[in-house]
């Protein structure tokens, strides 16, 4: 289960509005307003359930996260799907390569859990040895054969990479990859 804070980021400083959650077994997204959250406060779709107190119906929130992502029978659908690193269509990883972003409303989504924090250390350490090497961002990208936005998402914590994608990035830096589990005392 992957968990999402759903955050109007039309107003400055706002709280988030609710949370989104994926079970990926079944495919489906819920969401659940945050106590205190009004009609006003959460995406248009959600208002009228909201202002009743009642629950979101899943097939409104896989709407909105429709609204989000390229289907999966968009005919240059294998493209966006390399574009993102990816070689199955996964509807979670392409809603936050875009951060959750819609032109439809100003709502983005930061993810909250154990994903979260290891894409923040895989990002942080990219960044890292990037650094080491003396490469910017798109000579990185260049010699990855990714685009500089990935790199960049990747580097923020905002994208879950494939580790085919690690791997291209491992190879663009000239170093090896090597993951590691140790112990953390915030597990």
């Known amino acids: 289960m992957r968990r999402f804070e759903v955050i109007q980021g039309e107003r400055v400083g706002s709280s988030p509005c609710g949370e989104l959650t994926y079970d990926a077994g079944s495919g489906q997204f819920e969401f659940a307003a945050a106590d205190g959250a009004g009609a006003c406060d959460v995406p248009a ?30 005919q240059n659908i294998g493209q966006i799907l390399r574009e993102h690193g990816l070689d199955a269509y996964d509807p979670c990883a392409l809603l936050m390569a875009h951060g959750g972003r819609s032109t439809q409303d100003g709502f983005y989504l930061r993810e909250i859990g ?17 650094a080491r090497v003396g490469l910017s961002q798109s000579e990185l990208a260049r010699r990855s054969g990714l685009k500089q936005a990935e790199v960049s998402k990747i580097e923020r914590g905002q994208a879950n990479p494939t580790l085919k994608t690690l791997g291209r990035l491992a190879d663009g830096l000239n170093t090896r990859l090597e993951i590691t589990f140790a112990s953390d005392s915030k597990a």
């Open 114 to 130: 154990p994903e979260a924090r290891y894409a923040d250390g895989v990002g942080k350490a990219l960044a890292q040895a990037r």
């Open 45 to 74: 779709m959600f208002a009228p359930f909201v202002a009743q107190g009642t629950h979101v119906p899943g097939h409104w929130v896989n709407a909105w996260v429709q609204e989000r992502i390229a289907p999966p029978s968009r």
